[in-house]
């Protein structure tokens, strides 16, 4: 699988594990007995017999508009679709497109259906401008030690002014972030779960500018998160870096 | 990494009740299972039993240790120390991400200062992301008692009171002994009755000519007032050491040293040196007569060095900078320091102000040279520390197209410790000045940028 190749060691191996789960799902939901699942690389039978109305998907699906939209199934049961070009945005769900395996439901186990709505209508919004090969390149927070000084291609020779949010999305994410904590939290575990780069990123970026400058106390307030350090633990902790800790 | 079936990934995780830092298996398999239950135990209980107002009830859902490290992938360094003392998971993934070496590389530089009010083992750091200082404490001997030559990646090049350097990282208080004053080509010691290093001999030879002068004669401290100019530390890829380059007098010359050798490599003939930059085996540095040097240190166990510019352009009133652009060219910087007066009336005071800078760009492949007078979304920090070009569009405290500058004329910072210190962040759209921080703080050792770094470098010949 490409994603062991990943240079930056995210999630090298997680999206194989959800995409199996769905995967052994899918081939679980086709009525095909026929179809011994084998686990190691699984493609369900192309027409279940007794599954939901889908038609039988094209081999290179991903791009077709016109191609039914995709059926999630969170975990409280509820049925959330997603259009196919939205659905790009999603790792876990291109591949299965890929592989023709995103016929019947996909099950997303630990999300509720609340918070797939929202993900849906992030990558409804961000579905037709994106390109993955774009988004691939803009990230990379993780340069090998040491630092080099190599010029990287995000690093060209500023010579013409490129606008970098040319369809206006960067309001509607502020927007569209402004969750409850609890709610955001949720939004990135999907996402993370559903391996949708930008909106993990999006979510990230959001609590990172919540903490900065702010003591402990103030973010254990703001996230809601619960002490667990004794008071001599913590004043153990803060001792390697006292400084920082300083008003 | 073969796939798991549901069955296989709930046995998995029943196994892996350990914690390994590497790994990153257990990390997003472990947290998701423990995941299920308490998330919807917790928004059970919330209805149930609303939470008291004393104690926080965590009704946030836990966040994997994956998604915890790119959180803090993104914060300066002092948030994500803070970061790290939040409870339990979250530390952990603060020090994986530190085991790890994955936090954020481009953290903003900060200024480093002293003040006498605060101890001679007091620095502060000003962070320009965050407008507020901290103070750190830090190795003996005394900061306040040292001279700051140099800054690269978060150590600091300090002189002692014995005129001998050492790296200091001010974050971590690791300090690491550099070879000594006397294996440097023009030092000898000099013994006492009872066979005690008690003064140094400074002979005044070039690569060039023979020193005019015969031998001079120092105390120990005050070796350094006279043979320190600047130093840099560089990371080498290729041999996986770091390598420290010294521009020291007389003239200037350059020597250099890995860390963990014992001894200064002179690199003669030429001298006047004034800034340097290395990359890839190459070291580029330029000359106070507009001429820029090569060094191939990728050639073999000899060093050459070839002149691969002379520029015509030289300036009297100011001194020169070296940095590698993001973008691939060098960019020479000559500070021009236009409003000065060395010799004021009697009563007045000597001043030297920055005024402008002049910034050429030099493409090493064609031989070409440019002037430019804008660095669009760039910018420059330049003074004692290794000369930086930073994209503005990664450090968002940062104003583009500005030179953040501090005093690093040697006249200035060791000859004259007290007078006001030429510094500050000029605008290059209209030269104008504003200051880094109004605040009164020491002038010796001269102030000085330094990018925080919380990695060790572990080697050998660490002392104390």
Redesign the interface.
């Known amino acids: 699988m490409d994603s062991?190749a990943d240079p930056k060691?995210?999630?090298?191996?997680?999206q194989?594990?959800g995409?199996?789960?769905a995967?052994?799902a899918a081939a679980a939901a086709s009525a095909t007995a026929a179809a011994a699942p084998d686990?190691?690389?699984a493609k369900p039978k192309p027409k279940p017999s007794s599954s939901s109305e889908e038609a039988k998907p094209e081999p290179e699906a991903e791009d077709q508009a016109e191609m039914p939209p995709l059926v999630l199934v969170a975990e409280d049961g509820v049925e959330v679709s997603i259009s196919r070009r939205a659905a790009r945005m999603s790792h876990m769900l291109r591949l299965l497109m890929e592989d023709s395996c995103a016929d019947g439901p996909i099950p997303a186990p630990?999300v509720h259906s609340d918070i797939l709505d929202l993900v849906v209508q992030y990558c409804e919004k961000h579905g037709p401008y994106y390109d993955p090969e774009a988004s691939e390149r803009a990230r990379n927070?993780?340069?090998p030690?040491?630092?080099?000084?190599t010029?990287?291609v995000s690093?060209?020779?500023?010579v013409t002014y490129v606008d970098p949010d040319p369809h206006g999305l960067k309001d509607w994410d502020k927007d569209f972030i402004s969750l409850d904590?609890?709610t955001l939290?949720?939004v990135?575990?999907a996402a993370?779960y559903l391996n949708i780069e930008d909106l993990?990123?999006l979510g990230?970026?959001t609590?990172?500018d919540m903490?900065?400058?702010?003591?402990?106390e103030e973010?254990?307030?703001i996230?809601?998160?619960?002490?667990?350090?004794t008071p001599e633990q913590?004043a153990e902790?803060?001792k390697e870096?006292a400084?920082?800790?300083?008003d | 990494?073969?796939?798991?079936?549901?069955a296989s990934?709930m046995s998995l995780g029943s196994l892996a009740i350990q914690r390994t830092h590497l790994c990153?298996?257990v990390f997003?398999?472990l947290p998701?299972l423990l995941?299920?239950t308490p998330n919807s135990l917790k928004k059970l209980c919330k209805d149930v039993h609303p939470p008291q107002s004393e104690t926080?009830?965590?009704?946030?859902?836990d966040?994997?240790q994956?998604?915890l490290m790119?959180?803090?992938?993104?914060?300066?360094?002092?948030?994500l120390?803070?970061?790290?003392?939040?409870?339990?998971s979250?530390?952990s993934a603060y020090t994986s991400l530190q085991s790890?070496?994955?936090y954020?590389?481009s953290q903003t530089p900060c200024l480093l200062y002293t003040s006498e009010s605060a101890g001679d083992s007091s620095a502060y750091?000003y962070s320009l992301?965050?407008k507020r200082s901290?103070?750190?404490?830090l190795p003996d001997p005394p900061i306040r008692t040292r001279c700051l030559i140099g800054s690269s990646?978060g150590w600091l090049v300090a002189v002692d009171e014995r005129s001998e350097m050492h790296l200091v990282n001010p974050?971590t208080c690791e300090q690491i002994a550099l070879p000594s004053v006397i294996t440097i080509e023009q030092v000898k010691p000099i013994f006492n009755d009872y066979g005690f290093l008690h003064k140094y001999e400074l002979s005044w030879h070039t690569g060039m000519r023979a020193g005019y002068n015969s031998p001079s004669i120092f105390d120990l401290d005050k070796l350094r007032d006279e043979l320190h100019y600047k130093a840099f530390v560089f990371?080498?890829?290729s041999t996986g050491t770091y390598m420290v380059v010294l521009i020291h007098n007389p003239k200037r010359q350059l020597s250099f040293a890995r860390v963990g050798d014992n001894k200064w490599t002179w690199l003669p003939p030429h001298d006047l040196y004034e800034d340097c930059t290395y990359?890839d085996g190459m070291l580029y540095a330029v000359t106070a007569t507009g001429e820029l040097h090569a060094f191939d240190f990728s050639s073999g166990p000899v060093v050459t060095v070839e002149m691969i510019l002379q520029m015509r352009n030289v300036y009297d009133c100011g001194y020169m900078y070296v940095v590698?652009?993001?973008?691939?060219?060098l960019l020479l910087i000559w500070r021009l320091c236009e409003d000065h007066d060395l010799e004021p009336e009697p009563g007045a005071s000597v001043f030297w102000n920055t005024t402008k800078y002049k910034i050429y760009e030099f493409d090493i492949t064609r031989s070409k040279l440019k002037e430019i007078d804008c660095l669009?979304?760039?910018v420059l920090f330049l003074g004692h520390n290794q000369s930086l070009c930073l994209?503005a569009e990664e450090y968002p405290s940062l104003k583009a197209n500005h030179v953040y500058f501090t005093d690093d004329n040697v006249f200035w910072t060791l000859r004259l410790k007290n007078n006001h210190r030429d510094m500050g962040i000029l605008n290059l759209d209209d030269n104008s000045k504003e200051e880094v921080v109004s605040q009164i703080f020491s002038n010796f050792p001269a102030p000085i940028w330094i990018t925080p770094d919380l990695?060790k470098m572990n080697v050998a010949s660490q002392v104390d």
């Not at chain 1, 996230?223 to 350090?229: K, L």
């Not at chain 2, 926080?56 to 859902?61: K, L, M, N, R």
């Not at chain 2, 790119?70 to 948030?79: K, N």
């Open positions: 062991t060691g995210k999630r090298p191996l997680y194989e594990d995409l199996a789960y995967r052994a686990e190691e690389e630990n927070p993780f340069p030690f040491p630092v080099e000084l010029p990287t690093s060209i020779k500023p904590n609890s939290f949720e990135i575990l993370n993990l990123d990230t970026t609590v990172a903490m900065r400058g702010k003591k402990p973010i254990r307030e996230f809601e998160i619960e002490n667990d350090y913590e902790l803060r870096n400084w920082a800790f300083e | 990494m073969e796939l798991c079936s549901v990934i990153s298996l997003r398999v998701k995941g299920f926080i009830v965590g009704t946030s859902p966040l994997t994956d998604i790119d959180i803090f992938a993104t914060l300066e360094i002092p948030d120390i803070r970061a790290g003392a939040i409870c339990p979250w530390h790890l070496e994955l954020k590389l750091l992301s965050e901290y103070r750190l404490t990646h974050i990371p080498d890829t990359k590698q652009a993001p973008w691939g060219d669009h979304d760039h994209s990695r």
